[in-house]
C-alpha cells in the first residue's frame, strides 16, 4: 500500500491542526494504521493507532487528550486530529501501515510508510 501524508505546517503553541494520509494500491481495511512522529536528531515515536474497523484507538502518553486519531475507510484516509499543540510536538509526522494485530506502538509491526509532513510549533 502507499501512503502520502499532508497536513502539515507552522503554527503557534495552543493551535490545531489536521494531519491526513490517503491510502491506495491495495485494500486500506486490511490494514492498521498508526502515525508516528520523528525530531531532529531523537528516534522515531509512536504517536496514536487505530485499528482496521476504526473501533479502537491508542495514544502516546504524551499526546492523549489533545491529539485524535480516525479513519474513514470509504476515503481510504486515516487522520491526526492535534489540538493544543506544544512546541514538544514539533516533528516529522509518518502514517504508517501494517496487517499485523501485535502490538500498535511498536514501530517495527508496520512496513508500509508514508513520506512523513511536518509539523512546526512556535512559542
Known amino acids: 500500500v502507499q501512503l502520502q501524508a499532508s497536513g502539515g505546517g507552522l503554527v503557534q503553541a495552543g493551535d490545531s491542526l489536521r494531519l491526513s494520509c490517503r491510502a491506495s494500491?491495495?485494500?486500506?481495511?486490511?490494514?492498521?494504521m498508526g502515525w508516528f512522529r520523528q525530531a531532529p536528531g531523537e528516534q522515531r515515536r509512536f504517536v496514536a493507532a487505530?485499528?482496521?474497523?476504526?473501533?479502537?484507538?491508542y495514544y502516546a502518553n504524551s499526546v492523549k487528550g489533545r491529539f485524535t486519531i480516525s479513519r474513514d475507510n470509504a476515503k481510504n484516509t486515516v487522520y491526526l486530529q492535534m489540538d493544543n499543540l506544544k512546541p514538544e510536538d514539533t516533528a516529522n509526522y509518518y502514517c504508517?501501515?501494517?496487517?499485523?494485530?501485535?502490538?500498535?506502538?511498536?514501530?517495527?509491526?508496520?512496513?508500509?510508510w508514508g513520506q512523513g509532513t511536518q509539523v512546526t510549533v512556535s512559542s
Open positions: 504508517a501501515a501494517t496487517v499485523l494485530s501485535g502490538r500498535p506502538d511498536r514501530i517495527y509491526e508496520y512496513d508500509n
Open positions: 494500491g491495495r485494500t486500506f481495511t486490511d490494514y492498521n
Open positions: 487505530i485499528a482496521r474497523s476504526g473501533g479502537g484507538a
